[in-house]
């Protein structure tokens, strides 16, 4: 089973700056497979990013994916107040998915 | 408009099985590439993936909780249930299903339903 382990755990920003998370797999993953979901609290988890690079219908174009192999990142160009959050990574490979563990994006 | 909703018990016993529906409306269980998907989260916690089936009734499971899980699909119903035996208190989670696409180039889970909490507790 592939781990997904996502850095940082908490990153603290202030609307208006960027935002970069990563997400590291512990053996290479299908870009096709790797998508990002925003989670607001009480909230279901709302898709951003498939196939590690597009975006979902409806999702602004501050959002970006990006990464390959073992390696992806999710950027925030301009942080806006809705987007402070948890973000998780999920990969889809030999017929078993994962996600990672989150990272909250939390007002500076 | 595509929409997903969990219904279940809210409460369960342990060593009890739990049963889960997901209803669907809006797209069809026999939509080819197309399927539902069961994840969870236990309070303050990560998403947990446990499911999926697919049009072809393909199914998959998380590999750690495999033995406990049975996932079936009821296409003229528009329903998807999944099952898990031996409940814990460990498992109280809210249970999430979720519209699932699975082609050659791409797998997401688009489409979410609200999400139904399960709490395990004698």
């Known amino acids: 089973e592939i781990v997904l382990t996502q850095s940082p755990g908490t990153l603290s920003l202030s609307p208006g700056e960027r935002a970069t998370l990563s997400c590291r797999a512990s053996?290479?993953?299908?870009?096709?497979?790797l998508a990002w979901y925003q989670q607001k609290p009480g909230q279901a988890p709302r898709l951003l990013i498939y196939?590690?690079?597009s975006r979902a219908t409806g999702i602004p174009d501050r959002f970006s994916g990006s990464g390959s192999g073992t390696d992806f990142t999710l950027t925030i160009s301009r942080l806006e107040p809705e987007d402070f959050a948890v973000y998780y990574c999920q990969q889809y490979g030999s017929t078993s998915v994962t996600f990672g563990q989150g990272t909250r994006l939390e007002i500076k | 408009q595509v929409t997903l909703k969990e219904s279940g018990p809210v409460l369960v016993k342990p060593t009890e099985t739990l049963t889960l529906t997901c209803t669907v409306s809006g797209f069809s269980l026999s939509n080819a590439r197309m399927g539902v998907s069961w994840i969870r989260q236990p309070p303050g916690k990560a998403l947990e993936w446990l499911a999926h089936?697919?049009?072809?009734?393909?199914?998959s499971y998380s590999t750690s909780l495999k033995s406990r899980l049975t996932i079936s699909k009821d296409t003229s119903k528009s329903q998807v249930v999944l099952t898990m035996t031996n409940m814990d208190p460990v498992d109280t989670a809210t249970y999430y299903c979720?519209?699932?696409?699975?082609?050659?180039?791409?797998?997401?889970?688009?489409?979410w339903g609200k999400g139904t909490t399960v709490t395990v507790s004698s």
């Open positions: 979720a519209r699932t696409t699975y082609t050659y180039y791409y797998y997401y889970m688009d489409v």
């Open positions: 196939g590690a690079s």
């Open positions: 053996q290479s993953v299908s870009s096709s497979y």
């Open positions: 089936i697919f049009s072809n009734d393909e199914k």
